[in-house]
C-alpha cells in the first residue's frame, strides 16, 4: 500500500497568513494527488485534484503542485472559515489512501 | 445536485452484523464507480470498499476483506454495504462516497455519514 504523510499535523497561524501543507508519498504516484477540506461534524470537500487542478467553485486562494512523492497545498490569507482540517489522498494505486490530516489551527 | 444519504448505522455489539445503504439522487448512479470510506471518532479517512458502476468489480481494504460486501442497486439508486462479524475497531462515521468519471479512486461528492458504534 503507499503511505501518505502530511506535515506538519498541526499547524498554528493567523488570520491573513499564508500556509503551507506537505503531502508526502512512500512511492511515485505522478499527479494522482487530490486535497480535501474538512469542517468539524461534515464530510470532506474536494478542493484540489491532479496536484494542481481546483475544482469547480474552489476559491483560488486554495493551490496545489508537485509530482512523484512530494506536493503542497498553499492557502493564501486565511480566513476564518479556513481554519479547519486538510487531507491529502493518493489515486494513482488501489488501495486509495489519505494522509493523517493536518489541522489548521488559530494562533 | 448530487444528493448521497446514508441510513442503517446505529449501535451493534461486537460478532453482529449491520447493513448500511446509501441513497443516491441528483445524477445518473448507474455511469459512477462508488466507494465508502469511513473515519474513526476523530481519526483520519479510511478508504473501505468500492464497486464499479455495473456491479462487475468490487475492492475491499485488507481490513474489512472477508467480512465486508459491497453491492448497489442501479435501478432503485441505492449503495449497500453489508458488515458481517462487526470489530470494535469498526466503529466509525461510514461516508457513502461518489467518484469522478474520469480517474477512479477520485471522491468528487460524499454523504453526510451513518455512524456505527460496535461495543458490547
Known amino acids: 500500500d503507499i503511505q501518505m504523510t502530511q506535515s506538519p499535523s498541526t499547524l498554528s497561524a493567523s488570520v491573513g497568513d499564508r500556509v503551507t501543507i506537505t503531502c508526502r508519498a512512500s512511492q511515485s504516484i505522478s499527479s494522482w494527488l487530490a486535497w480535501y477540506q474538512q469542517k468539524p461534524g461534515k464530510a470532506p470537500k474536494l478542493l484540489i485534484y491532479?496536484?494542481?487542478t481546483l475544482e469547480s467553485g474552489v476559491p483560488s486562494k486554495f493551490s496545489g503542485s508537485g509530482y512523484g512523492t512530494e506536493f503542497t497545498l498553499t492557502i493564501s490569507s486565511l480566513q476564518p472559515d479556513d481554519f479547519v482540517t486538510y487531507y491529502c489522498q493518493q489515486y494513482n494505486t488501489n488501495p486509495w489512501t489519505f494522509g493523517q490530516g493536518t489541522k489548521v489551527e488559530i494562533k | 445536485e448530487v444528493q448521497l444519504v446514508e441510513s442503517g448505522g446505529g449501535l451493534v455489539q461486537p460478532g453482529r452484523s449491520l447493513r448500511l445503504s446509501c441513497a443516491a439522487s441528483?445524477?445518473?448512479?448507474?455511469?459512477?464507480?462508488m466507494h465508502w470510506v469511513r473515519q474513526a471518532p476523530g481519526n483520519g479517512l479510511e478508504w473501505v470498499s468500492s464497486?464499479?458502476?455495473?456491479?462487475?468489480?468490487?475492492d475491499y481494504a485488507d481490513s474489512v476483506r472477508g467480512r465486508f460486501t459491497i453491492s448497489r442497486d442501479n435501478a432503485k439508486k441505492f449503495l449497500f454495504l453489508q458488515m458481517n462479524s462487526l470489530r470494535a475497531e469498526d466503529t466509525a462515521l461510514y461516508y457513502c462516497v461518489k467518484e469522478t468519471l474520469y480517474k477512479r479512486g477520485l471522491f468528487d461528492s460524499w454523504g453526510q455519514g451513518t455512524l456505527v458504534i460496535v461495543s458490547s
Open positions: 441528483g445524477f445518473n448512479l448507474d455511469d459512477y464507480g
Open positions: 491532479k496536484a494542481s
Open positions: 464497486i464499479f458502476w455495473n456491479g462487475n468489480s468490487v
